[in-house]
């Protein structure tokens, strides 16, 4: 078993080609809202080995320097939204007022099937007494019908507010996690 989650991003239709290292968003202009991005957060995809599952997770944003400064990280213009859970989009960010991340929680939709074993986060084994399996990282076969337990689907979006600054604005989209 490797000793942590294997964490990696693709398109929504899940294709070996189309794994997400980087987010373009494009221009979006003050007052407007960008398109919809759609995303597969994966733990150990395709890997035919378990890894630790990933506990507690959850989405937010950096700069991009990896900080909590900046008009998108603390205006939270970066919006997420769980496919399977969410009805709404909810914000991230930085919170100066209190110091504290604006993060939003990541859960897997399912159970995941694999050489005849049926494994579902936060039912045993697949446990822990500190907060919940967020993502699985057993052994899968990388199809979004017998994976479910293995990845989150997200759509993330940019809410630009009017009197927002001109200009590129680089950040950083992560996934915060526990594991054992």
């Known amino acids: 078993m490797a000793n942590q989650p294997l964490v990696s991003w693709y398109a929504a ?8 290292n980087r987010w373009d968003i494009g221009v979006v202009n003050a ?3 960008s398109q919809g991005f759609e995303f597969l957060i994966w733990n150990n995809r395709k890997g035919d080995t378990d890894v630790p599952d990933m506990q507690n997770a959850v989405f ?13 990280v603390e205006g939270q213009w ?5 496919d399977q ?8 960010g930085w919170d100066a007022l209190t110091n504290q991340p604006v993060a939003h929680p990541l859960k897997a939709s399912g159970s995941t099937t694999f050489n005849g074993v049926n494994s579902t986060p936060n039912t045993a084994p697949h446990t822990t007494t500190n907060g919940e399996v967020s993502i699985l990282g057993v052994a899968n ?8 337990g293995n990845f989150v689907k997200v759509t993330l979006q940019c ?9 590129l604005v680089n950040f950083r989209s992560r996934t915060t996690f526990q594991f054992v």
Do not use: W
């Open 60 to 72: 937010m944003t950096k700069d991009e320097h990896g900080g909590n400064t900046g008009e998108l």
């Open 85 to 92: 859970k969410d009805s709404t989009f909810h914000k991230v």
């Open 31 to 33: 007052s407007e809202v």
């Open 78 to 82: 970066i919006e997420v939204k769980v």
């Open 141 to 148: 076969d990388g199809s979004l019908a017998n994976s479910k």
């Open 13 to 20: 239709t899940n294709q070996d080609n189309q794994q997400i």
């Open 159 to 167: 809410r630009i507010p009017g009197n927002a600054s001109q200009g």
